[in-house]
């Protein structure tokens, strides 16, 4: 059986980037290639019905009828034979492991494990100020109501977290500041040896673009950041069903 790592999180928080340098490990096979915007997924099937109005950014996460949970009416046999029949002809059958990177995938995650019980988890957050910016020139809304959206979306995922078994959180800022060290805790996450490979040259620190980020009034402590793009330390969240690969990610994505 091949597994899935699935990759999620808000629009403009470095998703595509991180898929792309996670899926160069030579047991790990990507969608490229597909006419599908940044080769998401979810807009190569026809199980789950996906428009753009269903993956509207700094919206589908709020949206009630977007989370989906097992149980749901998705929840079937044959959904899950629908869904792999269809993303079978963009991964490479000779690879154990398959990376779909979906911002939707956020809301996602515990039905896909239902339909996938060997499947793995990856979030990749943004400061929700600097998420704001990004999207503005797609989305016409303040940026208080913007990083209000940031702030739900994260707390519905923060309580899907004890319904999965292995998931793994990160920030883009800490992606950009040691990719290598991040990409090689991925790779230890999914019980790979980590490359050689070095992806520094591959990434700039994109929170540069924007220098007066706004729209936050309070600390958000549990994550790690605070009002003016201010990114403090934070601890990565890695669950995972075996202890020693927990624990050894965790200092590897610590740089301990």
């Known amino acids: 059986m091949r597994r899935y790592l699935f ?11 991180l898929a792309r340098l996670v899926g160069k490990h030579p047991d790990i096979s990507s ?8 080769n998401e997924g979810c807009y190569l099937q026809g199980a789950i019905p996906h428009t753009a109005l269903h993956g509207r950014p700094m919206h589908f996460a709020t949206d009630r009828d977007q989370h989906h ?7 079937t046999l044959e959904v899950r034979e629908r869904i792999e029949a269809d993303w079978s002809k963009w991964f490479d059958p000779s690879t154990p492991w398959r990376v779909e990177k979906s911002p939707v995938n956020l809301t996602r995650m515990r039905l896909y494990q239902q339909l996938f019980p060997m499947s793995q988890f990856l979030v990749i957050m943004r400061h929700p100020e ?3 910016a990004a ?34 959180v990160i920030r883009y800022e800490d992606l950009c500041s040691n990719p290598d060290r991040t990409v090689a805790g991925i790779h230890r996450f999914m019980g790979l040896e ?11 620190a994109g929170n540069e673009d924007y220098a007066h980020p706004s ?4 600390e958000l402590t549990c994550w790690g950041y605070g009002p003016g793009g201010q990114v403090k330390p934070w601890s990565p969240i890695v669950r995972h069903p075996l202890r020693s690969i ?11």
Do not use: F, N
């Open 215 to 218: 729209g936050l009034s309070d």
């Open 31 to 38: 969608v490229s290639g597909s006419p599908a915007p940044e």
């Open 7 to 17: 990759i999620g999180g808000l629009h403009r928080s470095g998703t595509s980037l």
């Open 135 to 168: 999207v503005a020139k797609w989305v016409d809304e303040a940026p208080t109501a913007l990083t209000a959206h940031w702030i739900a979306a994260h707390q519905q995922m923060y309580g899907d977290l004890p319904y999965l078994h292995a998931i793994c």
């Open 69 to 75: 949970v097992e149980g749901c009416s998705y929840d």
């Open 194 to 204: 980590a490359t050689s490979d070095s992806y520094v040259a591959e990434l700039r």
């Open 130 to 132: 600097l998420v704001a």
């Open 246 to 256: 927990r624990e050894h990610v965790v200092h590897t994505l610590s740089g301990q």
